[in-house]
């Protein structure tokens, strides 16, 4: 399968109508402290809900962004520029979709522009619209990159991922100092072995 054939993923499709309210919602997560054997209205829990409720805001962010509309805004007055720009040491702060368990972790992403550069800070806002959502990590690598190189379309795109998953540090099989190393190369990337490797010898 051609690598560059894919859906673009801007937005998953949620009808608003039938999204649940904060009261809902907050509801829910007093089931939740009820099913743990706690009273949830005792004082240090009764506020619980509300604070959940709000860090799942936070959390899950991203669906509420447009990864595209980030990128858009591009320059063309680069002298020429045609060489690697690489994004180090990112900071991912992610939830797992199987556990909503923390996903944390790095980012390194690369690019090769063809006549147009993005501003810097917007690739680091693109890694959180796809790590403030549920993921998998395979999953949230090729996003960035997919979308880096729909929107930009430079001669090539890298991004590495490299992270710890809670599900299996905290609970499940308990295997602290795991961690998980996703890559997805695209364009110049995957198509020069020069070129990954200058990309790898500067990320890692
Ligand atoms: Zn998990």
């Known amino acids: 399968m051609n690598p560059n054939v894919h859906m673009l993923d801007r937005r998953p499709p949620r009808a608003e109508t039938s999204r649940p309210s904060r009261t809902e919602v907050e509801a829910a997560v007093r089931t939740i402290i009820r099913w743990t054997g706690e009273d949830p209205d005792r004082d240090g829990l009764v506020e619980t809900p509300a604070r959940v409720t709000h860090s799942f805001e936070e959390f899950f962010s991203g669906y509420s962004q447009d990864p595209v509309a980030i990128l858009e805004k591009t320059f063309e007055e680069i002298e020429g520029y045609d060489e690697m720009s690489v994004l180090r040491d990112i900071r991912i702060e992610s939830h797992c979709e199987h556990h909503m368990a923390p996903i944390i972790g790095r980012a390194w992403v690369a690019y090769i522009p063809d006549g147009r550069v993005v501003g810097i ?14 993921q998998i990590q395979e999953k949230m690598t090729a996003q960035i ?3 880096i190189n729909d929107v930009l379309k430079p001669q090539g795109v ?4 490299k992270a710890t998953h809670h599900c299996m540090t ?8 795991t961690d998980l190393v996703t890559s997805r190369m695209l364009g110049c990337f995957r198509d020069s072995a020069l070129t990954r490797q200058e990309f790898l010898g ?3």
Do not use: E, F, W
Not at 158 to 161: A, D, E, N, Y
Not at 170 to 177: F, I, N
């Open 202 to 204: 500067i990320a890692v």
């Open 145 to 147: 990159a997919n979308t």
């Open 158 to 161: 890298g991004v590495i991922i």
């Open 170 to 177: 905290t609970r499940g099989v308990h295997k602290p100092g």
């Open 121 to 134: 800070s917007k690739l680091a806002r693109v890694v959180d619209v796809y790590a403030k959502r549920l």
